[in-house]
């Protein structure tokens, strides 16, 4: 059973009368995608496209020495064949973007759309096939030969950074791109480091993931030669973000290009960049005047879409001998992969501010280099350096909690940061809004059945049964409502975080809402139109809401970092209280009162006082429409325009419990149960909020049990396919049970935080605190991901080779 | 070329594809049935999952050709013709078993096909079933009781008169 009980804690929802926000409203989108409506990238129409295929590198590092043509120009239907030499005119030598230069010295070597002279990693493009069909453009892409000379690679992350490994890029004579730092008081950190009773000193590593969202990659650029405009469709999540990096990329101007995001078949950060096909496809068709199109095989998406994680963590923390932590260190190398695409190096700093976890310690230091491999590029995969940062401290915590013999709710009740210091500012320098985390944790383990489950682990213990039980906590909190632009600045991010929202009131009232937030399974319209549906007392049918079309939303920072409803829905709460107050103007004028005396009550203004003198909506509407009788000075329309830059972040924060069955003869880990408390702040929609940590948690658990993105030493992904790359199914997910804590976030009026990347950010350290916790005993104090049978089998035995074994 | 015969949603339709086109392809590119998806390149997904002759298959797995003279039923297929939604499509959209949609026609399909076979699902029938349907959005959680609450609604339907519930 689900339950999810809403906290006590819950204050109503910010509205005179909040009929919908709350509510478990179904989704309006649902209708167009379960019937086969809903039209992907994949789906349109597009008489006359040339299909492009690309010919991408079978080496991980070599030098191009020829590439013949000559076998695929013979294949019926193939029209091109083009190099990456031959291409190069069409982008003017610009590489694609890289948007955070994290560093003043940061190294970011050019990044072509298709390599020219040498491949950088095994699937990084060196030629493409222009054809009249798909079978043709792929049969066309199989027959170019290349000739390559293949060079020594760096693949491995920890020797990609020693000084004597193969270089990614020569020129740079290193595999540093960059090293960041964060230690506000190196002297302070050291001292707590020695006076302290307990070190604990941790190295976990982060496989790297693909993101698999079910939707390969697709992309449609269709030319206008008589008009000179270009409309990219693309399966991404930031049209609004790619229009003005393609336009830049290949000096078209932005007022020619048309960015369309159709239906996309999920993202996870995978679909947040400007990748090659982008760029190909519409240099292409602008030269070509014909549609040019490209859909993304899996097996290709293993190879040419980002991958996430990726890291090498040393973390270390100094406690006193109550189980207090006084100062926290983390040391990370994170793998770049052979480019940075659009935000790679930036997404360890997500992570960075986090590394001390929801704990109140005093001093803090973060070092990251991030470091070229001939590898796949990494970028924001869900959670993007949260996940990694909770991890870190979540597992230490647990370490912590051995070393001093507490349990690791005590530990971490100890060291919480307590309810009544939010506003908190934290040792790495942000703000955390405002949270409960003791409450959460006591619901958790309500809900986690705790003194049950340790009876019964406590029973299986004493019989030393083969199947062993662990109990696995992980208390998170993240920063999310990406971002304030001031901050973004600060961290040298090359644009802002705000978002942008248009709320028109049409003349027989119904509205249209237009926002910059870019949905691609969220529920976004859903949520949008019973927030303004709210605000206007009217029926959220009636509310529209436009997305995704840059020629419809012109601006918009679009959707990641958990920012859609915390960035996004304030900017609509702000445009529709814009509409309300001019609409008050139009229904004083009207009423022959003044506006303060007016009151907004079901949709119409009254009088205060005076309920029967009153005005509609609608008949505002309409008088805005018709113009016939305003007030002097008042434009006829009824809308309103809002952009908003949020303050600070929003802190969901949660306490997760996993409790798994270890069969301690085979190693195969079973997740049993699953409990969740989060807290997002308010919940426009609670069933949504639902999906969202439900697909998260299993994510998380699959990064803690079964995916990883495998290289050979030569730099091969040996799991370029979904038979090889485990994404789990319905027979391997275990049954979530949830409840929320609500402490309303006090940076936005609607007191929203955000819950898109909770769960994959809770659950990986709840699942792999859950083996260890079931092993300890057996002498296993650390199990790498993904803990497969045989790394659990491994463990034990190593343990038990050590003596550890009870 | 090969001349291939289907009834596709009750329709017949005959068209010239060459031999090694897959049953998918000839649907969403010949016929312009772009509901049913297409996931991944190794039978692993079941985004492309339709009936042929009443019973689900990837139809990234089969030529086009191996289906000629089949009834093929596919996701356009399923709804009433106003958009009424039948009870998988349903008790989907009521359990909120779907986010990005995309693995959804073909969980549909599959959970039909499911149901029909199985007269007494249960949740471990259902998980194991739909085994080979990934969903990277939804974490399964309420497909299994979309799936379950259809599942029970066809049983109610298909009791004999009289029954007690
Ligand atoms: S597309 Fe057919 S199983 Fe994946
Ligand atoms: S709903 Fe997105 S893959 Fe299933």
Redesign the interface.
Known sequence: M?ATATAEAEAPAPTAKATHFGSRR??R????????????V??L?LPGALWLGVVRSTEAHAVIHGIDTDAALRIEGVTEVLTGADLAPLWGGAALPCAWPVTDDMHNPPHLPVAVGEAKYAGDAVAVVLATS??AAADGAAAVAVDYEPKPAAIDLASAAEPDSPLVHESLGTNASYTWELTPDPDAVEKAFAEAEHVIEERFIQQRLIP?????RGVAAVPSPAGGELTLYSATQIPHILKVMTAVTLGIGENKLRVVAP????G?GSKLNVYAEEIICSALALRKGVPVRWTE???EAALATIQGRGQVQDIALAADADGRVKAVKARLLADMGAYLQLVTPGIPLLGAFLYHGCYDIGHYSFVCTGVFTNKTPTDAYRGAGRPEATYAIERAMDSLAAATGLTPEEVRARNFISADAFPYTSCAGLIFDSGDYHAVLDRAMALADLDARRADQARRRAEQNPRQLGIGFSSYVEMCGLAPSRVLASLNYGAGGWEAATVRVLPTAKVQVVTGATP????HETAWSMIVADRLGIDPDDVEVLHSDTAVSPTGMDTYGSRSLAVGGTAIYMATERVLDKARVIAAHRLEASPEDLEYVDGSFRVRGTPASSVAFGEIAFAAFTAHDLPDGVEPNLEAHATYDPPNFTFPNGTHVATVEVDTETGAVEVVDYAAVDDCGRQVNP??V???I??????GAAQALYEDAVYTDDGQLATA???DYL?P???E?P??RLDSHVSPSPTNPMGVKGIGEA?TIAATPAVINAIVDALRPLGVTDVEMPASPQTVWRAIETARGRGGAS | MSLVTLTVNGEGRSLDVEPRTLLVHALRDHLGLTGTNIGCDSSSCGACTVLVDGLSAKSCTMLAVQADGAEITTIEGVAEPDGTLNSVQQAFHECHALQCGYCTPGMVMAAMSLIDEYPDLDEAGVRSGLEGNLCRCTGYQNIVDAVLQAAATAATANAPAGSTP
């Open positions: 689900t179904l989704r989108e649902d209708p167009a995608l379960l019937t086969g409506e809903a039209r992907f994949d789906d129409h798909r079978y698999a969202a079910m939707e390969p239906a996309v078949g999920g996870f095989s899996r097996s691609h399974g969220q529920g069933l949504i639902e999906g969202q439900h697909g998260g948690i299993l994510q396919s979904l038979v994404v199914s319905a027979a997910a049954r979530y769960g």
